[in-house]
């Protein structure tokens, strides 16, 4: 029993930074119905702008998120305006092969920017050390990971079901022209809506370097996750893409445990399984 | 007007006139006739292929600097009898197809005459595989599965692939024996590894040999992880689940950083039980300067042991101090493996042409074959039977060294012979036999 729930703790660790990708996946599919490939390259730039204030320039470590999410948040800014704006209404093949190319141009302007060498992020003083949990040490940091993707996940919430802007996003995702109607500036809108998107993935970069390196190509390696995620959970529903976290890292965690020859593609069984009984996702509805 | 003319008609003659007499003075030296070059080319091609990016890319990127290094040292004695080295380096993005297609292009295309390089034995082996349409000598740097000079050379008599670095041989047998008197009591062994070649070699053969030196050894975990693992805390808490004693672990590189920093994080340098770490590849500067911090703090405890192709400690010899010295004056690091590997290669190179006196490339590997030749590892001898490069690398600790300022070093050298660890002629059982009985997949 220790051991299982150690693991799943684990394995929750992992599946809140997930959430947090998936969560930006899937606001900006959910509002601008941009499929965004490069979404993991804006997790990628959370963890080098953290890296670069945090440890390059030493500034405090919450000043550092702030300053990574407004730094991403301004490239995603970039990206909306400039080139994602034109092709909203343009077939899903053109977004891919666009938000693709975003993700080779922003790998190689990391390497010239921060060369190809991976980085290291020292952990904060104040999340150093570990607790005892079923008598196993459990790292202080995990632990605030896992209770900041509680929070997110509470914040997102909040802000879509309870606010004026939230509600504006609900109603756009549903029907634009309705809303355009009313009064609500679509463009304006979906601009702030691809920010919230892309400020999300960059906390999720920014948090993990301390546990993790960041480095070209790991922008990559997280987006495939993130979309199975999204798949499982359902392409443009927060709930899913939250549930579909969980599945991916606690499920990946145990199949690590129990099945490890496994493990490299349990996660892809259990999407190709939804897609098979449910292909919208265990949340998500038929469009 | 017509005295104008004549003037600047003058002054124009004039100017010729000097000019000629000024260059009349200056020494030129003709490129002397193709045919008068021994090897019949004024210029050498050597293509490289490595990882530039990704947690790994630092592996690529020291390919290139130790063949640099050592092209423009020989270059500024006069290349390779009266012939410059010219060099080309690619990414192969740890991609076997890529690093096929950057293959034919340097051949083809390019014009190369050698290629040199490889971290990942997956590509490695692929290129490998190409090598007899290509026609022309590749001599792996890095990439360490045994397969390539026990499958492709010596079963598959593929003739055209070599080996400068030293194999899986050397990331896991040692380690065992040098346990197996050091620490005969750690006797439960759990291992995180590569989830590919690399890592299901040597964790076969590093089990192999555990049990035939502790019979009563016991495996308790066995976990891996594919490329691109960022996260390896669930493979850490399923192995600390298991209670073991010694930790086997063969992700390198950048990957290798991340793991040993989360064992960190997750405790497993504290667990009085946990008595050894391995990185079996932890010799690398990336992972060396990674850990600095943590080094320098004595976070490990003394339990992480490490190894790799090449330990800039193990000797004092010139060729070792110069090299060594040169390089951390130009790139204010240490040269690992990866560097010493191509800076080898390229010697090699040399001194195989020096023999030959063609580029025709039977000749070339009927001298490449048995050859000696004298590296910063020590000397070096190329195997006939696999083309394999035959030489000692001790394993050690890592710590920081007043004598080394740059970044921590490994010290505490533990030795054996290399006919004691390295695997020989006829290779039985087969690397893939052994894989099978060892491994649970």
């Known amino acids: 029993m220790d051991t299982i729930v150690y693991q799943g703790l684990t394995g929750l660790t992992a599946a809140m930074f997930l959430w947090l990708v998936s969560a930006g996946l899937t606001i900006a599919f959910g509002v601008c119905g941009i499929l965004n490939i490069a979404h993991g390259v804006l997790y990628m730039f959370g963890g080098y702008f953290l890296f670069t204030f945090y440890q390059l320039l030493g500034l405090n470590f919450w000043l550092s998120i702030l300053l990574t999410l407004i730094s991403v948040g301004l490239i995603g800014l970039v990206m909306e305006l400039g080139f994602l704006r034109p092709i909203y209404k343009e077939p899903i093949g053109i977004q891919l092969v666009l938000t693709f190319a975003f993700v080779w141009i922003f790998d190689d302007l990391a390497k010239l920017a921060w060369g190809p060498v991976s980085k290291i992020v020292a952990m904060p003083r104040f999340f150093e050390g570990f607790i005892r949990i079923v008598g196993r040490p459990f790292p202080i940091y995990s632990v605030f990971i896992i209770g900041t993707g509680i929070a997110m996940a509470v914040f997102i919430w909040l802000l879509l079901d309870k606010t004026w802007w939230g509600k504006s996003i609900r109603a756009s995702a549903l029907d634009r022209e309705m809303a355009s109607a009313l009064g609500i500036n679509i463009r304006t809108l979906f601009s702030g809506a691809f920010v919230f998107a892309a400020a999300i993935a960059a906390l999720g970069g920014a948090l993990s370097v301390p546990l993790r390196v960041v480095g070209p190509g790991i922008g990559g390696a997280i987006i495939v996750q993130a979309f199975v995620v999204t798949v499982i959970g359902g392409l443009g529903n927060l709930k899913g893409a939250f549930v579909g976290a969980l599945i991916v890292g606690v499920v990946g965690a145990f199949c690590t445990l129990y099945i490890p020859v496994f493990e490299m593609f349990i996660i892809y069984i259990i999407m190709a399984v939804v897609l098979l009984i449910r292909p919208q996702g265990i949340f998500g509805e038929i469009r | ?441």
């Not at chain 2, 007007?1 to 006139?17: E, N, P, Q, S």
């Not at chain 2, 000097?18 to 080319?41: C, D, E, G, H």
């Not at chain 2, 320098?296 to 490490?306: R, S």
């Not at chain 2, 390229?346 to 001194?351: A, F, P």
Request: hydrophobic fraction near 40%; charge should be positive; charged fraction near 25%.
């Open chain 2, 1 to 441: 007007m017509r005295k104008r003319k004549i003037t600047g008609l003058v002054i124009g003659l004039a100017v010729v006139l000097l000019i000629m007499i000024i260059v009349s003075f200056v020494p030129v030296t003709a490129a002397p006739p193709l045919k008068q070059l021994p090897l019949k080319k004024e210029v050498i091609k050597i293509g490289g292929q490595g990882i530039f990016s990704g947690p790994n890319a630092i592996c690529g990127r020291s390919m290139m600097e130790g063949a640099r290094l050592a092209i423009e040292e020989i270059n500024a004695k006069g290349g390779i009898l009266g012939s410059k080295i010219e060099f080309k380096y690619m990414d192969c993005e740890l991609k076997p197809a890529v690093g096929i297609k950057n293959a034919r292009y340097l051949v083809g295309e390019w014009g190369a005459d050698f290629l040199i390089g490889h971290d990942s034995s997956g590509v490695l082996m692929a290129v490998g595989g190409v090598m007899p349409e290509l026609k022309k000598i590749l001599i792996g740097t890095h990439a360490a599965t045994a397969n390539y000079n026990e499958r492709l050379v010596y079963r598959e008599k593929n003739k055209y692939c070599f080996r400068t670095a030293s194999p899986t041989y050397q990331d896991a047998t040692i380690f065992a024996k040098v346990f197996a008197k050091k620490f005969p009591e750690v006797k439960r062994w759990a291992s995180i590894n590569c989830d590919y070649e690399f890592g299901y070699v040597n964790l076969a053969l590093f089990k192999r040999a555990m049990k035939e030196l502790i019979p009563d050894v016991e495996f308790v975990a066995e976990t891996w992880a594919p490329f691109w693992t960022m996260d390896f805390t669930p493979q850490i808490s399923a192995v600390m689940a298991a209670k073991p004693q010694g930790i086997y672990t063969s992700p390198w590189g950048g990957e290798g950083v991340q793991l040993a920093r989360q064992a960190l994080i997750m405790g497993v340098f504290e667990d009085p039980n946990v008595k050894l770490y391995i990185n079996c590849t932890g010799e690398t500067s990336d992972f060396l300067m990674g850990m600095s911090n943590e080094i320098a703090k004595d976070k490990f405890h003394g339990k992480l042991w490490v190894t790799g192709r090449y330990v800039l400690t193990q000797n004092d010899l010139p060729i070792n101090k110069h090299f060594v010295k040169t390089y951390a004056e130009k790139y204010a690091m240490y040269p690992f493996h990866c560097t010493e590997g191509a800076y080898s290669a390229i010697y090699l190179i040399k001194k195989v042409l020096e023999k030959s006196r063609t580029l025709d490339v039977e000749a070339v590997i009927k001298a490449m074959e048995g050859m000696k030749w004298d590296t910063p590892s020590g000397e070096k001898w190329i195997r006939p039977e696999d083309h394999q490069a035959v030489y000692p690398v001790p394993i050690g600790r890592p710590v920081m060294d007043p004598d080394y300022p740059l970044m921590p070093v490994v010290k505490d050298l533990h030795w054996v012979p290399v006919k004691e660890y390295y695997r020989w002629p006829p290779f039985e059982p087969s690397i893939d036999e052994i894989v099978k009985a060892e491994l649970k997949r």
